[in-house]
Structures are given as structure tokens and as C-alpha cells.
Nanobody, 125 residues
């Protein structure tokens, strides 16, 4: 089993920044592609960003490109999501997820096996 714990969420004004962290335990992070997804109230969960297990591939949802950056630190067993230029529509619960040795089609939610409990991000206008 792999446990994922997100942190770093909170309340921020529009235009501000937050950095989310996802700490992994129970498995070696370097064997897993890591993704971030989010779910806003009344909406389906959607893909945000992902990084392949090798770290060579990244993918972003169109609305996040240029604003969000995903990174991983395999030594610390942690994945990060740097979020800049936040907008009220970014308000959601953000989840990290792990997929064993994923390299391509990283936005496919059904390919991820392990999920964290989520962290709330609220962007005020």
C-alpha cells in the first residue's frame, strides 16, 4: 500500500500563489507517475498536472499551463504543485495520486491506483 498526504492548501487572494505538497510513504516514489487532480463543488474531478515516473514527461490541463508547475523530489518522497496567478475558479479540493511506472496518457484518472485525502484550496476574488 502507498499512503499519500497532501498539504499546503488554504485561502489566498486572486493573483496569489500556493505550493501544494504530497508526501508519499509505503512505496518508493521513484517508481510512480504522480498526478494532481481537483474537484470543485458540484463538479466532476478533473486532471490538473502530472509527472511521469522517470520525471522526463509532464502534462498539464490547458487552463493550468503557464500557471502551475509540477515537480518531484524522489529523495524526499514528495511531489509538489506550484500554483501561481490563482483565480477564483481554481477553488477546489486538490488530490494527489500515484500510478505505477506511468509514462504516457498521464491525465487518465482511472490509471491512478493510490489517492490522497485532498487539500482545500480557496481563491477569493
Amino acid at each position: 500500500q502507498m499512503q499519500l498526504v497532501e498539504s499546503g492548501g488554504g485561502l489566498v487572494q486572486a493573483g496569489g500563489s500556493l505550493r501544494l505538497s504530497c508526501a508519499a510513504s509505503g512505496r518508493t516514489l521513484s517508481n510512480y507517475a504522480m498526478g494532481w487532480f481537483r474537484q470543485a463543488p458540484g463538479k466532476e474531478r478533473e486532471f490538473v498536472a502530472a509527472v511521469s515516473w522517470s520525471g522526463t514527461n509532464t502534462d498539464y490541463a490547458n487552463s493550468m499551463k503557464g500557471r502551475f508547475t509540477i515537480s518531484r523530489d524522489n529523495v524526499k518522497n514528495t511531489v509538489y504543485l506550484q500554483m501561481n496567478s490563482l483565480k477564483p475558479e481554481d477553488t477546489a479540493v486538490y488530490y494527489c495520486a500515484a500510478r505505477y511506472r506511468g509514462s504516457f496518457q498521464l491525465s487518465r484518472e482511472d490509471e491512478y491506483r493510490y489517492w490522497g485525502q485532498g487539500t482545500q484550496v480557496t481563491v477569493s476574488s
